[in-house]
């Protein structure tokens, strides 16, 4: 069940920045931590993405200042353990994610640590600045730096029109690959061909394996990024060329799936799980959306007292893009 409630606005705490949200956006995982994920605590206040206005600092919190305008990277971490003092901060043993493991953003004021703030990309409207942070974060983290996408390749990206869908469609395309994704309508391939995709596939015939093997031609795909799971597993398996790299972050459909080791080693491919992503993923980020070489997508705006009718717009599917609540 979700609720809006009347709270007192929060003290400023030492070592942090408080911020007056603007805007913040709707994930998939907003709907999971409403329904309730396994070893989750609620009641919780959800919210991984978004923006704006610094307008006090605690002690030692700088080098931001008030008047700021920031967007939120949305991951936790521990900053003293091996993995966060070598930049690999999402191998952390204490990593979380805003909104799943600790308070989140939809709230108008909130305390954050100066590793969540970055200044907003100039340019960027207040929904616009909230819809990006999560889902460029992991796609980014899947291409770049688990499947280490090369300028030339071919890529497949399941569910071209979803959030993740459209951010890896647009990092894929900047760095010269070209871009196979599938939908499930021609307003959502239209969709995803306006992101950057070079062709597409409707993911609900039988055999739609069979058109990106046509598309992909005799090299095959070299890198699939999967976030759909056991329905999918089998036929991203079978495009996935020699030295093919299938990077996932997720199993929408189920986490269980087959595997037969012999094609794996035979054709010397790997299988690469990816969670979120570090904090140089994410500057790297926000440095491409103020060089204009990403660009935000936005569906839909609520205002936060409308949340349940976003969230039910949310799990209805959109029709490409990100749902954003404003909180000005």
């Known amino acids: 069940m979700l609720s809006v409630e009347e709270r007192p606005s929060p003290p400023v705490i030492a070592g942090h920045l408080?911020?007056?949200?603007?805007?913040?956006?709707?994930?998939?995982?907003?709907?999971?931590?409403?329904?309730?994920?396994?070893?989750?605590?609620?009641?919780?206040?959800?919210?991984?993405?978004?923006?704006?206005?610094?307008?006090?600092?605690?002690?030692?919190?700088?080098?931001?200042?008030?008047?700021?305008?920031?967007?939120?990277?949305?991951?936790?971490?521990?900053?003293?353990?091996?993995?966060?003092?070598?930049?690999?901060?999402n191998?952390?043993?204490?990593?979380?994610?805003?909104?799943?493991?600790?308070?989140?953003?939809?709230?108008?004021?909130?305390?954050?640590?100066?590793?969540?703030?970055?200044?907003?990309?100039?340019?960027?409207?207040?929904?616009?600045?909230?819809?990006?942070?999560?889902?460029?974060?992991?796609?980014?983290?899947?291409?770049?730096?688990?499947?280490?996408?090369?300028?030339?390749?071919?890529?497949?990206?399941?569910?071209?029109?979803?959030?993740?869908?459209?951010?890896?469609?647009q990092i894929a395309a900047e760095r010269g690959a070209r871009v196979i994704a599938t939908a499930s309508s021609p307003e959502k391939a239209e969709f995803a061909k306006s992101m950057g995709a070079h062709e597409t596939v409707d993911h609900y015939r039988p055999d739609w394996h069979r058109e990106v093997l046509k598309l992909a031609g005799s090299s095959k795909i070299q890198v699939v990024v999967e976030h759909v799971g056991a329905a999918t597993w089998q036929q991203s398996l079978r495009v996935l060329g020699l030295g093919g790299r299938i990077v996932f972050c997720g199993a929408t459909t189920g986490p269980e799936v087959a595997l037969d080791l012999r094609h794996l080693f035979r054709k010397q491919q790997s299988v690469l799980g990816s969670t979120m992503g570090s904090s140089k993923s994410f500057a790297a980020v926000v440095e491409k959306f103020e060089q204009n070489r990403y660009r935000p997508i936005v569906d839909k705006v609520f205002p936060l007292t409308e949340i349940s009718a976003a969230h039910r717009y949310l799990e209805q599917g959109p029709r490409g893009g990100k749902v954003v609540l404003s909180m000005e």
Not at 94 to 116: C, K, M
Not at 124 to 140: D, I, K, N, Q, R
């Open 18 to 89: 408080q911020v007056r949200m603007k805007a913040a956006a709707l994930n998939h995982l907003d709907i999971w931590v409403r329904e309730g994920l396994p070893g989750g605590s609620l009641p919780l206040v959800p919210g991984s993405d978004g923006a704006g206005i610094v307008t006090a600092v605690g002690e030692s919190a700088g080098p931001l200042a008030v008047g700021d305008e920031i967007v939120v990277q949305p991951c936790t971490w521990c900053g003293v353990c091996e993995a966060c003092t070598s930049g690999r901060e």
């Open 91 to 169: 191998y952390c043993p204490s990593f979380g994610i805003l909104g799943e493991d600790s308070a989140g953003l939809l709230q108008d004021v909130v305390n954050l640590l100066p590793a969540n703030a970055y200044k907003k990309p100039s340019g960027l409207a207040w929904a616009e600045a909230a819809s990006f942070g999560l889902v460029f974060l992991t796609a980014y983290e899947m291409l770049v730096q688990r499947a280490g996408l090369r300028a030339g390749e071919t890529v497949l990206v399941l569910a071209g029109s979803s959030g993740i869908g459209a951010a890896a469609i």
